[in-house]
């Protein structure tokens, strides 16, 4: 597998995390009668919060992990990033649909989330430095 293999494969894997979650948001507001908005439903508030935040780290964590690929990074390093975000992901909204307030989950996930990040940038700097 290449390096583009793998940041595809990251970037199809966290779409369809961020596509169920936004399922997820549609069935809540079927549920409440809620179109706009979440209303005082907290489950769906939940619901959109999770969403949400995918929404906010999902696009700048998988451009990251594309130029770290374009950078000529290995595989192993792709994949390593990778597994970080969709597994940081992907605990953060079970933490935060099981429970709305702090939770394991979601400063696991959060932790996760954000050293992928904090990697990514790191390597950056160092392909664009030398």
Known sequence: ??????VALYAAL????VLGL????????????????NGTDRKLEQACRAHGNGVEYVPLALI?????AASG???????????????????YSYG???SPGPSIGRVTGTGLTWLML??????LIGAAIT
């Open 22 to 37: 936004a399922a997820n948001v549609s069935r809540h507001r079927r549920r409440a009668k809620i179109s706009l908005g």
């Open 96 to 98: 935060l649909l099981t």
């Open 14 to 17: 966290n779409m369809a995390l």
């Open 64 to 68: 990251a992990l594309y130029l770290v």
């Open 1 to 6: 597998m290449t390096g583009l293999e793998a």
């Open 73 to 91: 990074y290995s595989t192993l390093w792709i994949h390593a990033l990778g597994l970080a975000l969709t597994t940081g992901r992907i605990v």
């Open 118 to 123: 904090l990697a990514s940038l790191l390597l």
